[in-house]
């Protein structure tokens, strides 16, 4: 089984445009906290309700939401500002909540 250690890391494009717009000092938190992640650690939380299944890594005063896509790879899906995060982050829909009951 891999470890932890073999993780990769998918940005998806909101992610990477938020990281670019950072300053340099908040950008290199962003590398170590990230660093951190890939490697087990961090400040990680699993998130509930309408989010679970999702984990948020704490960043300072910023919040990155991820999701394990594979024992392989983390889904870094949305980053944002902790006051504000949690509001602009819409999870995908999934075929079963697509589907007609």
């Not at 998806?12 to 290199?28: C, E, F, G, M, N």
């Not at 590398?31 to 990680?44: C, E, I, Q, W």
Request: with cysteine; aromatic share 8%.
């Amino acid at each position: 089984m891999p470890s932890v250690n073999d993780s990769t890391f998918k940005l998806s494009r909101q992610v990477i445009d938020y990281i670019a717009a950072l300053p340099p000092d908040t950008k290199k938190a962003f590398n170590s906290a990230l660093t951190k992640l890939r490697k087990g650690g961090g400040d990680t939380h699993p998130l509930k309700e309408e989010f679970a299944g999702y984990h948020r890594l704490r960043i300072g005063s910023h919040r990155v939401i991820y999701m394990h896509a594979s024992s392989l790879v983390i889904e870094c899906v949305h980053a944002g500002p902790r006051k504000t995060v949690y509001q602009t982050f819409v999870p995908p829909k999934t075929a079963a909540q697509d589907s007609p009951a």
